[in-house]
């Protein structure tokens, strides 16, 4: 098994910007795949990014150009740079991984791992 756990989130104002991280417990392998999702009440949980190992990456387009994913594969990182936040960025933001090969998923069900969540909240 993989343990996640996020850190970073927080309350912000509207413009402003957090950095989400998320350290694995271990080495994902080659074809390893780590994202960011988010839940706001209510709603379902919907794909914000996600990074493959080797480096692709894939976004939301309600995110593209404000949010970039990054990953420091040494420590088995994975960050979220969150920019000129929006209200309607206000979500629980889970981290997930998962080993898969071919395109970058951003969906849900592609994921195996999951973390607790960190709270992020823009007013």
């Known amino acids: 098994d993989v343990q996640l756990v996020e850190s970073g989130g927080g309350s912000v104002q509207a413009g402003g910007s957090l950095r989400l991280s998320c350290a694995a417990s271990?080495?994902?392998?080659?074809?390893?795949?780590m994202g960011w999702f988010r839940q706001a009440p209510g709603k379902e949980r919907e794909g914000v990014a996600a990074a493959m190992r080797d480096g692709r990456t894939t976004y939301a387009d309600s995110v593209q150009g404000r949010f970039t994913i990054s990953k420091d594969n040494a420590k088995n990182t994975l960050y979220l740079q969150m920019n000129s936040l929006e209200p309607g960025d206000t979500a629980m933001y889970y981290c997930a991984a998962t080993v898969i090969w071919g395109r970058v998923p951003l969906h849900a069900a592609a994921f195996r791992y999951w973390g607790q969540g960190t709270q992020v909240t823009v007013s």
């Open positions: 271990r080495y994902m392998y080659d074809n390893g795949c």
